[in-house]
């Protein structure tokens, strides 16, 4: 089967030049030195196909399941306990925090492809949990918050802080993208200015 060439012109990109190499797609740096993302209404899946059911049962199913378990597992308790004191043991394991940052993109998402507003009560709770989980300097991982020896950054290597880190910050992402919602993008901005100060030297 041949491959379809990507005509640059027409998704707005210059032609990459790599070396001495002219490159005919999105392959190596652009001229401007970065990619842009399409819109989200650019790129739709068949809803009757194979991956267009496999999103309704996600939706209908999966994340309403997946939102239960965060409750039952104590993610969510995880961070009250931060939050509102809640005298509760952390519960799961260390990088517990990315379940609730995974499952606030997943609904972000199904808020973009369905072009309104989905499982709201969740994200208002969830938003406002995590908003008051992060402490003063913009810290926040209630594995390391709420353990009298915890100390940020003292186990890199194991602690999973810079990979939850990255679920928050794509969740963050996700959220503002599929609904303008830039509160979760503030409280990872100051977690980003509270790493960079910290670890960048």
């Known amino acids: ?3 379809k060439a990507w005509d640059m012109s027409a998704v707005g990109r210059d032609v990459a030049q790599v070396g001495h190499a002219t490159t005919p797609g999105p392959v190596g740096a652009t001229q401007h030195g970065f990619c842009v993302p399409l819109d989200l209404g650019d790129v739709r899946i068949d809803p009757e196909g194979f991956l267009g059911t496999w999103q309704t049962r996600n939706a209908d199913q999966t994340i309403p399941h997946v939102i239960a378990n965060l409750e039952t597992s104590g993610v969510l308790d995880n961070f009250r306990r931060v939050a509102d004191g809640l005298e509760v043991p952390f519960a799961g394991m260390w990088f517990a925090d990315s379940d609730l940052y995974k499952t606030v993109e997943a609904v972000a998402w199904e808020t973009a492809r369905r072009g309104e507003r989905y499982a709201s009560e969740f994200i208002e709770s969830a938003v406002g949990l995590i908003e008051r989980a992060q402490d003063a300097s913009g810290y926040l991982n209630t594995h390391i ?3 009298p020896d915890g100390r940020p950054w003292a186990d890199l290597a194991n602690s999973h802080e810079l990979y939850c880190a990255g679920h928050l910050i794509q969740a963050a992402i996700a959220l503002y993208r599929a ?14 200015e509270r790493i960079l100060a910290d670890l960048a030297g």
Do not use: P, T, Y
Request: charged share 35%.
């Open 1 to 3: 089967m041949a491959r």
């Open 145 to 147: 918050q709420g353990s």
């Open 179 to 192: 609904s303008d919602d830039d509160r979760l993008l503030r409280v990872a901005a100051r977690f980003v």
